[in-house]
Protein backbone atom coordinates (compact mmCIF):
# COMPACT_ATOMS: atom_id res chain seq x y z
CA UNK A 1 0.00 0.00 0.00
CA UNK A 2 2.04 3.26 -1.30
CA UNK A 3 -1.57 5.72 -0.22
CA UNK A 4 -1.44 8.79 0.77
CA UNK A 5 -4.76 10.59 1.53
CA UNK A 6 -5.59 14.10 1.74
CA UNK A 7 -9.07 15.89 2.12
CA UNK A 8 -10.74 17.93 1.08
CA UNK A 9 -10.13 17.40 -2.44
CA UNK A 10 -11.50 21.01 -3.20
CA UNK A 11 -11.80 23.88 -1.32
CA UNK A 12 -12.94 27.07 -1.59
CA UNK A 13 -12.35 30.08 0.88
CA UNK A 14 -12.82 33.53 1.04
CA UNK A 15 -9.63 36.11 2.05
CA UNK A 16 -10.86 36.49 5.50
CA UNK A 17 -11.01 32.41 6.21
CA UNK A 18 -9.27 29.94 8.32
CA UNK A 19 -9.27 26.13 7.09
CA UNK A 20 -6.66 23.60 7.11
CA UNK A 21 -5.57 21.17 4.49
CA UNK A 22 -4.98 17.35 5.98
CA UNK A 23 -2.38 14.63 4.78
CA UNK A 24 -2.22 11.00 6.11
CA UNK A 25 -0.31 8.21 5.15
CA UNK A 26 -0.05 4.60 7.43
CA UNK A 27 2.78 3.87 5.49
CA UNK A 28 5.10 3.67 8.79
CA UNK A 29 7.19 7.13 6.58
CA UNK A 30 9.30 9.44 8.96
CA UNK A 31 9.09 12.49 6.23
CA UNK A 32 6.06 14.51 5.11
CA UNK A 33 6.15 17.20 2.57
CA UNK A 34 4.03 19.93 0.95
CA UNK A 35 4.36 21.45 -2.45
CA UNK A 36 2.17 23.89 -3.96
CA UNK A 37 1.84 23.49 -7.74
CA UNK A 38 0.33 26.63 -9.29
CA UNK A 39 -1.45 25.69 -13.09
CA UNK A 40 0.89 24.37 -15.63
CA UNK A 41 3.48 24.73 -13.56
CA UNK A 42 5.68 22.40 -11.76
CA UNK A 43 5.05 21.32 -8.05
CA UNK A 44 7.57 23.90 -6.02
CA UNK A 45 8.40 22.21 -1.95
CA UNK A 46 7.11 24.04 0.62
CA UNK A 47 7.81 22.62 4.16
CA UNK A 48 9.31 19.02 5.08
CA UNK A 49 8.74 17.50 8.39
CA UNK A 50 11.38 14.75 9.04
CA UNK A 51 10.63 12.19 12.32
CA UNK A 52 8.01 15.17 13.00
CA UNK A 53 9.75 17.75 13.59
CA UNK A 54 10.40 20.52 10.94
CA UNK A 55 13.30 20.50 8.74
CA UNK A 56 12.59 22.96 5.50
CA UNK A 57 10.71 25.75 5.48
CA UNK A 58 11.05 26.91 1.96
CA UNK A 59 10.86 30.78 3.10
CA UNK A 60 6.83 30.43 2.95
CA UNK A 61 4.63 33.21 4.25
CA UNK A 62 2.92 32.73 7.93
CA UNK A 63 0.07 32.73 5.83
CA UNK A 64 0.73 29.04 5.31
CA UNK A 65 1.03 27.58 8.84
CA UNK A 66 1.91 23.37 8.93
CA UNK A 67 1.51 21.38 11.78
CA UNK A 68 2.86 17.25 12.28
CA UNK A 69 1.14 15.87 15.42
CA UNK A 70 2.20 12.36 14.33
CA UNK A 71 3.88 10.58 12.17
CA UNK A 72 0.93 9.56 10.20
CA UNK A 73 -0.90 13.02 10.00
CA UNK A 74 0.25 16.51 8.32
CA UNK A 75 -1.80 19.46 8.37
CA UNK A 76 -1.47 22.96 6.62
CA UNK A 77 -3.62 25.94 8.41
CA UNK A 78 -4.52 28.58 6.02
CA UNK A 79 -5.02 32.48 7.47
CA UNK A 80 -6.00 35.38 5.26
CA UNK A 81 -5.06 34.08 2.20
CA UNK A 82 -4.14 35.58 -0.87
CA UNK A 83 -6.28 35.09 -4.55
CA UNK A 84 -3.04 34.12 -5.92
CA UNK A 85 -2.58 31.18 -3.51
CA UNK A 86 -5.41 29.53 -5.50
CA UNK A 87 -3.15 26.32 -6.51
CA UNK A 88 -2.98 22.42 -6.27
CA UNK A 89 -1.57 21.69 -2.71
CA UNK A 90 -0.08 17.93 -2.80
CA UNK A 91 1.38 16.30 -0.08
CA UNK A 92 4.23 13.40 -0.28
CA UNK A 93 5.64 11.27 2.14
CA UNK A 94 8.92 9.04 1.92
CA UNK A 95 10.44 6.32 4.57
CA UNK A 96 12.79 8.17 5.38
CA UNK A 97 14.02 11.91 4.91
CA UNK A 98 17.48 10.86 3.33
CA UNK A 99 19.32 7.85 1.90
CA UNK A 100 17.97 5.29 -0.10
CA UNK A 101 14.73 5.12 0.90
CA UNK A 102 13.70 8.29 -0.44
CA UNK A 103 11.25 7.47 -2.43
CA UNK A 104 8.16 10.16 -2.37
CA UNK A 105 4.96 9.34 -2.44
CA UNK A 106 2.13 11.68 -3.53
CA UNK A 107 -1.34 12.26 -2.46
CA UNK A 108 -3.93 13.43 -5.37
CA UNK A 109 -3.92 17.02 -3.97
CA UNK A 110 -6.35 19.39 -2.87
CA UNK A 111 -7.30 21.98 -5.09
CA UNK A 112 -7.73 25.67 -3.25
CA UNK A 113 -9.19 28.42 -4.80
CA UNK A 114 -9.96 31.44 -2.87
CA UNK A 115 -12.19 34.18 -3.31
CA UNK B 1 21.64 25.64 -6.97
CA UNK B 2 20.66 22.43 -8.77
CA UNK B 3 18.46 22.96 -12.10
CA UNK B 4 16.51 20.97 -13.94
CA UNK B 5 15.71 21.38 -17.79
CA UNK B 6 12.94 20.01 -20.17
CA UNK B 7 13.11 20.97 -23.14
CA UNK B 8 9.65 20.09 -24.75
CA UNK B 9 6.54 21.70 -23.67
CA UNK B 10 4.60 18.98 -25.40
CA UNK B 11 5.02 15.70 -27.54
CA UNK B 12 3.15 13.24 -29.16
CA UNK B 13 3.16 9.74 -30.79
CA UNK B 14 1.31 7.27 -31.87
CA UNK B 15 -0.14 4.34 -29.88
CA UNK B 16 2.25 1.42 -29.45
CA UNK B 17 5.10 3.45 -31.12
CA UNK B 18 8.54 4.67 -29.13
CA UNK B 19 8.35 8.32 -27.47
CA UNK B 20 11.68 9.52 -25.96
CA UNK B 21 11.43 12.63 -23.47
CA UNK B 22 14.58 14.73 -22.95
CA UNK B 23 15.74 16.00 -19.61
CA UNK B 24 19.23 17.71 -18.64
CA UNK B 25 20.02 18.68 -15.09
CA UNK B 26 22.94 21.15 -13.87
CA UNK B 27 24.62 20.03 -10.26
CA UNK B 28 27.96 20.08 -8.63
CA UNK B 29 27.17 17.27 -6.58
CA UNK B 30 28.72 13.76 -7.37
CA UNK B 31 26.02 11.55 -5.81
CA UNK B 32 22.20 12.22 -6.90
CA UNK B 33 19.60 10.60 -7.59
CA UNK B 34 17.15 11.28 -10.38
CA UNK B 35 13.41 10.50 -10.80
CA UNK B 36 10.81 10.70 -13.62
CA UNK B 37 7.11 11.18 -12.51
CA UNK B 38 4.19 11.51 -14.50
CA UNK B 39 1.26 13.09 -13.39
CA UNK B 40 -2.36 12.76 -15.40
CA UNK B 41 -6.03 14.14 -15.18
CA UNK B 42 -6.24 12.90 -12.34
CA UNK B 43 -3.50 14.97 -10.80
CA UNK B 44 -1.36 12.40 -8.52
CA UNK B 45 2.07 12.25 -9.14
CA UNK B 46 3.09 8.90 -9.64
CA UNK B 47 6.84 7.56 -9.64
CA UNK B 48 7.33 6.31 -13.45
CA UNK B 49 11.91 5.30 -12.93
CA UNK B 50 14.31 6.22 -10.22
CA UNK B 51 17.95 6.74 -11.41
CA UNK B 52 20.89 6.36 -8.44
CA UNK B 53 23.95 8.77 -10.27
CA UNK B 54 26.62 6.11 -8.43
CA UNK B 55 25.03 3.23 -10.90
CA UNK B 56 26.35 3.44 -14.44
CA UNK B 57 23.36 0.67 -15.33
CA UNK B 58 20.50 2.31 -17.18
CA UNK B 59 16.87 1.93 -14.84
CA UNK B 60 14.26 0.00 -16.83
CA UNK B 61 10.90 -0.39 -15.41
CA UNK B 62 8.48 -2.49 -18.19
CA UNK B 63 8.33 -0.63 -20.90
CA UNK B 64 9.93 2.44 -19.67
CA UNK B 65 13.60 3.04 -19.59
CA UNK B 66 16.40 5.84 -19.15
CA UNK B 67 18.88 6.71 -21.20
CA UNK B 68 21.45 8.17 -18.09
CA UNK B 69 24.37 9.99 -19.51
CA UNK B 70 26.20 11.58 -16.38
CA UNK B 71 29.25 12.95 -17.51
CA UNK B 72 26.76 14.88 -20.07
CA UNK B 73 24.00 15.80 -17.06
CA UNK B 74 21.24 13.91 -19.32
CA UNK B 75 18.73 11.80 -18.22
CA UNK B 76 16.26 11.13 -20.93
CA UNK B 77 12.89 8.17 -20.30
CA UNK B 78 11.83 6.59 -23.40
CA UNK B 79 8.28 4.61 -23.27
CA UNK B 80 8.37 1.70 -25.51
CA UNK B 81 4.73 0.65 -26.81
CA UNK B 82 2.67 3.31 -25.95
CA UNK B 83 -0.94 3.52 -24.21
CA UNK B 84 -2.90 5.52 -24.25
CA UNK B 85 -3.12 5.46 -20.27
CA UNK B 86 0.71 7.09 -20.69
CA UNK B 87 -0.75 10.32 -21.44
CA UNK B 88 -0.11 12.45 -18.81
CA UNK B 89 2.48 15.72 -17.68
CA UNK B 90 5.72 13.85 -16.92
CA UNK B 91 8.48 15.37 -14.76
CA UNK B 92 12.09 14.83 -14.48
CA UNK B 93 13.04 15.47 -10.83
CA UNK B 94 16.36 15.77 -9.27
CA UNK B 95 16.84 15.51 -5.62
CA UNK B 96 19.17 17.22 -3.03
CA UNK B 97 19.69 17.14 0.62
CA UNK B 98 19.23 20.60 2.74
CA UNK B 99 19.55 20.25 6.37
CA UNK B 100 19.63 16.35 5.85
CA UNK B 101 16.13 16.73 4.23
CA UNK B 102 15.18 15.60 0.85
CA UNK B 103 14.23 18.46 -1.89
CA UNK B 104 12.94 17.61 -5.33
CA UNK B 105 13.92 20.10 -7.72
CA UNK B 106 11.18 19.60 -11.03
CA UNK B 107 11.67 20.33 -14.52
CA UNK B 108 8.83 22.53 -16.38
CA UNK B 109 7.26 19.33 -17.52
CA UNK B 110 6.48 17.63 -20.53
CA UNK B 111 2.81 17.23 -21.64
CA UNK B 112 2.65 13.42 -23.57
CA UNK B 113 -0.44 13.12 -25.89
CA UNK B 114 -0.81 9.45 -27.00
CA UNK B 115 -2.67 9.07 -30.44
CA UNK B 116 -5.31 6.46 -30.82
Known amino acids: DTEVTQTPKHLVMGMTNKKSLKCEQH?????MYWYKQKAKKPPELMFVYSYEKLSINESVPSRFSPECPNSSLLNLHLHALQPEDSALYLC??????????????FGAGTRLSVL | AQTVTQSQPEMSVQEAETVTLSCTYDTSESDYYLFWYKQPPSRQMILVIR??????QNATENRFSVNFQKAAKSFSLKISDSQLGDAAMYFCAYRTLIQGAQKLVFGQGTRLTINP
Open chain 1, 92 to 105: ASSRAPSGTENIQY
Open chain 1, 27 to 31: MGHRA
Open chain 2, 51 to 56: QEAYKQ
